[in-house]
Structures are given as structure tokens and as C-alpha cells.
Antibody, heavy 122, light 113 residues
Framework: QVRLVQSGAEVKKPGASVKVSCKASGYTFREFYMHWVRQAPGQGLEWMGIINPIGGSATYAQQFQGRLTVTRDTSTSTVYMELRNLSSEDTALYYC???????????????WGEGTQVTVSS | DIVMTQSPDSLTVSLGERATINCKSSQSVLYSSNNKNYLGWYQQKPGHPPKLLLYWASTRESGVPDRFSGSGSGTDFTLTISSLQAEDVAVYYCQQYYTTPPTFGQGTKVEVK
């Protein structure tokens, strides 16, 4: 079965960077796009970006342009999300999410990781 | 970006009764070439990631009970729980995937009366 195992919780100071990993298993990694979605405490869901598992090209939501980088390592079936210049507003649960489209992106989400809590505090 | 607006923000329903959640998009999510509405519904319980319930506005995900149904087209959509069960207490989100970025509604909290 599809599994998305994320790295553990992080606590960072304002201005720092965080890098969260997501190891995929149970399917062929190259066949499905991957996304990152975050959820601030008590809030809704916010899409951050998508990565093509084959070429590694990524597209980001406008509000994260310039401080978000999503990468992948096909040899380990792992996707990474790095967010820079953190502020308290980045305190959230970060989910890696597999796209539902086979060989294409559809952008609805059948498989979610358990989430990684990132807390930004001085 | 397409703005998704759900109503109500919260809903209290007796066990066995019907629950109805509305979702409105700021522009149509109906793709005319394939006549599909690019609209999904998710259920999120505390401490868990969202779970996909419906996609293409009305296609039930495998394993989802048939008391969950979706309807609507264009800009107006509805999620109906025909007979609320205790395990349906959760927050429900609609999501459009017609354009990038995909966007979610603010969520509707469903509780038991």
C-alpha cells in the first residue's frame, strides 16, 4: 500500500530555514507527482507546491515564491521541502501528498503523509 | 486564484439525520471539453490528515460509505451525509483542482446534537 513517511517535528527560530523529508513507498515513485500542503493551527489547508518526480521541476504557490524549494531524490523515493526565512506565521503542520493522476497531475489528493509539525518561535 | 467558500462554518445534526454542506467557487470549475467538475471533498478528523471522500464532484472514493454523496456543477456544489453517524464528526473541506493553485474552502465543522 502507498506510504508517505515524513521526518519528525522541528522547532526553529525566526529567520531560520527548515527542511522536511517525505519517503514514499508502495508504488513506483516516478509515476506520480508530489505536493506539499500545510495547515496552520486551527486553520484550513494551503497548497504550497508540486514537483515532477521524473525531471524534478517544481511549481510553487505565489506566496512562497523565493523562499520555498521542493526537491526529490529518485534513488531513495524521497521528496524534500525547504522553507527559508521562517516567521511565526509559518508555524503549521506540513503534509506531503501524492497526486492522484497516473503520469500526470490532477491535483486532487488520495494519499497524505501524517504531517510534520514545524514550530517557529524565538 | 479561485476562492472556495463553504457554508455553514459549523453544523450540528442529530444522529440519523441529514447533513448538508455547501461550497461555492468564485469561478466555474466545470471543464467543458470533458464535462467534468474539478471539485473534491475531504473529511478531516482531529489529529489526522484529510481523507478524500469524493472527486469529480460526485465520484465516491473507494471504501467511502454511500451515505456520502456530492452534487452540483459549475460554481455551486453540495456534500450530503444522508444519515449522520457518530464517526462522521469531523471537519469537511471542498477543493477545486481546475486551476493552479488548487484551493480549499475554509472548512465546515460537523457535530452531533
Amino acid at each position: 500500500q502507498v506510504r508517505l513517511v515524513q521526518s519528525g517535528a522541528e522547532v526553529k527560530k525566526p529567520g531560520a530555514s527548515v527542511k522536511v523529508s517525505c519517503k514514499a513507498s508502495g508504488y513506483t515513485f516516478r509515476e506520480f507527482y508530489m505536493h506539499w500542503v500545510r495547515q496552520a493551527p486551527g486553520q484550513g489547508l494551503e497548497w504550497m507546491g508540486i514537483i515532477n518526480p521524473i525531471g524534478g521541476s517544481a511549481t510553487y504557490a505565489q506566496q512562497f515564491q523565493g523562499r520555498l524549494t521542493v526537491t526529490r531524490d529518485t534513488s531513495t523515493s524521497t521528496v524534500y521541502m525547504e522553507l527559508r526565512n521562517l516567521s511565526s506565521e509559518d508555524t503549521a503542520l506540513y503534509y506531503c501528498v501524492r497526486d492522484s493522476g497516473y503520469g500526470e497531475y490532477l491535483m486532487y489528493f488520495r494519499h497524505w503523509g501524517e504531517g510534520t509539525q514545524v514550530t517557529v518561535s524565538s | 486564484d479561485i476562492v472556495m467558500t463553504q457554508s455553514p462554518d459549523s453544523l450540528t445534526v442529530s444522529l440519523g439525520e441529514r447533513a448538508t454542506i455547501n461550497c461555492k467557487s468564485s469561478q466555474s470549475v466545470l471543464y467543458s471539453s470533458n464535462n467534468k467538475n474539478y471539485l473534491g471533498w475531504y473529511q478531516q478528523k482531529p489529529g489526522h490528515p484529510p481523507k478524500l471522500l469524493l472527486y469529480w464532484a460526485s465520484t465516491r472514493e473507494s471504501g467511502v460509505p454511500d451515505r456520502f454523496s456530492g452534487s452540483g456543477s459549475g460554481t455551486d456544489f453540495t456534500l450530503t451525509i444522508s444519515s449522520l453517524q457518530a464517526e462522521d464528526v469531523a471537519v469537511y473541506y471542498c477543493q477545486q483542482y481546475y486551476t493552479t493553485p488548487p484551493t480549499f474552502g475554509q472548512g465546515t465543522k460537523v457535530e452531533v446534537k
